[in-house]
């Protein structure tokens, strides 16, 4: 009977792991319904939704976007390829594409962003802030505004205590929100009647918005007056606009005249600008389209001290459309959020500034090696956020064509294929052209290949051009290949 | 020997069960892992934390939002209560606040969004659509762009074909910028200069925005004259709003003037409003705040046939803050999408419908028991859409205090701390006051317990009032409550 024994005793013990076993199956089967009832899991599909989508690779030359047109199966989004790049993966070069330069879109921070997927995703709930306002009436988010005054706090940029703030479109709908509200400003403070309307204007080279703007939405209380030569300094009512570093070529500067000034800070950031100090001036504009690369979002934000100005740029914003939509403000949030959380917010503008200034530094050797261009001379400064003494890295190359006779600028890059923006556009003369820097590694390696086109002519030698494709890198712009220049 | 070869058979077929469910056990147990190798899994982060705050049940009577201010925890949101809750749960119960009615939150259609929570959520990838503009180079994701055109074939309340698009923040945007285009081909489309700005008109009482927007952005060729009555026939330039079903009092309309005319058609939807057929108009505004309810997103869409009207309304959208933010067009791309995937987008329509012509229902009883008030009279009409003739069950009531001495009936009103819009602001007379039927639930039950209370005086016996308690049925608006009436 021993057997017998050892047998039963053996499936006893056999029977109890089985059950035992049996019944962690049970609770692994079970456990996901269980997780149902505890969280809604209403984010799922629409999560990996996104996932899917951005797991499209598109050759590496392109891009797939959950609200993208649909390509012929109906479900899937089709790739959006770069410039020069076509076909349903974007795997098709064309060589002799016309390259975009013309528009200073940031899509060079598009990888970085990817590094930081997970802290910077959005979700947004089916019924997320319906209402037309925040719990305070306003239009502005309290917690958005708490963020930004902290990273202003971090980044040393600007002196905020003791102004309000006004969120709008970028810095695009706020500088007219602006203009408006000075000239209400300067009318109602005066006694007698405005004799004419306050002259707007900005220093040459100045960003064409400020004038296309502000010739559209002139009113009979301001109006575009071009260069600052252009307003006397006795007594004019006039409105500044102050670009530092200015856009087009990257000087950082003061007001010209002793009028009011709207102060476009859209590039004082430590990527692209040594800061000297924190600005303190009556109206900042800021905007995150160059700051964090996000210019589809439209979010920009204004400090003001004057009570007055504040008010008039406050209802200026609610009359043109109710405020920046909830959405928007809910990714600032998030990205503001994690740009914060990183080491002091440097791993953004260590990031952003070590592929700037490397371009710069690129462009730089290719221009020097003929006297055909030239380009605009930034000194290395101070910068009181990185404490050290830094290269420059500006957004946009300011290009001159030296020869007398090249004086469309523009026509001799499109001989190449650049499309760059004309001198003319910026109130400037046609020698010059801007060219775009915060262009996707893919275009910036195009535009590098065709400016040595450029710069070897028949002019110079074959050693010059064996010269000069000995000493260009280049390399690709990598993760790897910026982590090797930082 | 045959026990134990029992025992031994039992054993081994146990042990085969055992290995099995070990088997499946281990299959469980490494799952999840394989399933994250196999998609990046960035958004799991975002998605558990708003299903996280979404969680948050503010006793039912508030919200909290991902973006929202935190607690002192430092970590979760807080609450935000509806009119009249407060504390951090909002669970206190404040009788004789003052009740909100004055602006139209449509937050009456949050149940319907929470019940499509997987349909209509969003996710974000933090590099989603950081550029200027769309592939092919405009503010317009084009595969919202047909979404929409699908939506006004499917609703029949709009005839779209030949007409270009253009989006605004909200139709507020889209209103400025429809003015300014109109009164611009006036003056482009005459030989003589203009001889006066041209008058911009509503048939009174209108929608107070008009008369605020279109005075504070007034530029020398357009300027607000108030009613139609203000602009003569003969020939002046006039551009008249046209709102149908029109805002505060729900009536269907047709231009009164002979000029041009934007048709502002936020309440031209099932729900709202019989639709007779569709609109086939120059220049028609839509939004989605109303029409889903999300006022918070500030989309709006404008069909536009003229072409000079079409480019002038773009040029204006560009300049005031380039077009729509991409995070707002895919947003407002899923919560159409959702629209469309049910029957025939009956379920927004049928919900939305039934629960406001149930309010109207009540608040015509409520009124109709003395004579101290009256509300406007709608007609039942046919429908087009729901192929039957529908009750009434506007956005609005558009109340009259009928006693000639209670002359401020705004005033009146506040005795029972109901905040409702003062009828001067829509250019008609004080006697009147505008109460909003799209807000929560919580609060509508407010409204009609004070309406009650107005309703009844002291000139009403006491057998009135018991009659009124009896007859006006308060039941909360639940679902299951909402069920009963469809």
């Known amino acids: 009977m021993k057997p017998a024994w050892i047998g039963l005793g053996l499936f006893f013990c056999t029977l109890f792991l089985l059950l035992a076993s049996l019944g962690l199956n049970l609770f692994f089967f079970i456990n996901p319904y269980l997780s149902i009832s505890a969280t809604p899991n209403w984010s799922q599909g629409a999560a990996k939704e996104a996932e899917a989508v951005a797991a499209i690779a598109c050759s590496g030359h392109g891009r797939a976007y959950v609200d993208g047109v649909l390509s012929s199966d109906q479900k899937t989004p089709i790739c959006e390829c770069n410039s020069c790049y076509s076909g349903p993966d974007c795997s098709q070069f064309s060589p002799h594409c016309p390259l975009e330069a013309q528009i200073g879109d940031p899509l060079y921070l598009e990888p970085f962003w990817e590094d930081?997927?997970?802290a910077a995703a959005v979700v947004i709930s089916s019924w997320h802030r319906m209402s037309y306002d925040y719990p305070d009436g306003s239009y502005i988010s309290e917690q958005l505004e708490n963020r930004i005054r902290q990273l202003h706090t971090v980044s040393k940029n600007a002196i905020i205590d003791g102004k309000r703030i006004v969120f709008g479109l970028g810095s695009t709908q706020l500088l007219n929100a602006a203009t408006y509200a000075l000239a209400?400003?300067?009318?109602?403070?005066?006694?007698?009647p405005a004799p004419a309307p306050t002259k707007v204007v900005a220093a040459s080279p100045f960003y064409p918005y400020y004038r296309r703007q502000t010739e559209f939405f002139q009113n009979g209380i301001f109006e575009f007056a071009g260069d600052v030569s252009n307003a006397s300094a006795d007594g004019d009512r006039v409105i500044e606009f102050v670009t530092s570093p200015n856009n087009p070529d990257?000087?950082?500067?003061?007001?010209?005249?002793?009028g009011k000034t709207i102060h476009d800070l859209a590039y004082y950031w430590p990527h692209y600008t040594a800061i000297p100090g924190p600005v303190d001036e009556d109206v900042m504009l800021f905007t995150m389209s160059k700051f964090t690369g996000h210019a589809g979002s439209r979010f920009g934000w204004a400090f003001v001290r004057d009570e007055d100005v504040y008010a008039t740029m406050t209802n200026f914003i609610e009359l043109a459309g109710m405020g920046v939509p909830r959405e928007v403000q809910l990714?600032?949030?998030?990205?503001?959020?994690?740009i914060l959380q990183g080491n002091d917010v440097a791993e953004l503008f260590e990031h952003a500034y070590a592929k700037m200034s490397y371009r710069w530094r690129i462009v730089n050797e290719v221009i020097s090696l003929s006297n055909r261009f030239s380009i605009q001379h930034l000194p290395p400064l101070y910068c009181t956020y990185f404490n050290r003494v830094r290269d420059s890295s500006p957004a946009y190359v300011w290009l001159k064509c030296e020869r007398?006779?090249?004086?469309?600028?523009?026509?001799?890059?499109?001989?190449e294929n650049i499309i760059g923006r004309g001198g003319v556009e910026f109130n400037a003369d046609s020698h010059y052209v801007r060219l775009n820097l915060l262009m996707r590694d893919d275009d910036f390696n195009i535009m590098i290949s065709r400016l040595n086109q450029l710069v070897y002519d028949k002019k110079n030698s074959a050693k010059a051009k064996a010269a000069l494709?000995?000493?260009?890198?280049?390399?690709?712009?990598?993760?790897?290949?910026?982590?090797?220049?930082?």
């Open 331 to 338: 990714r600032a949030l998030k990205v503001i959020e994690t």
């Open 404 to 415: 007398e006779e090249e004086v469309d600028c523009e026509k001799v890059l499109e001989t």
């Open 184 to 192: 209400v400003k300067f009318n109602s403070s005066s006694p007698a």
């Open 469 to 486: 494709n000995d000493r260009i890198p280049m390399v690709p712009f990598t993760r790897a290949g910026l982590a090797a220049v930082r």
């Open 250 to 258: 990257g000087s950082l500067r003061g007001p010209v005249l002793q």
């Open 116 to 118: 930081h997927a997970a």
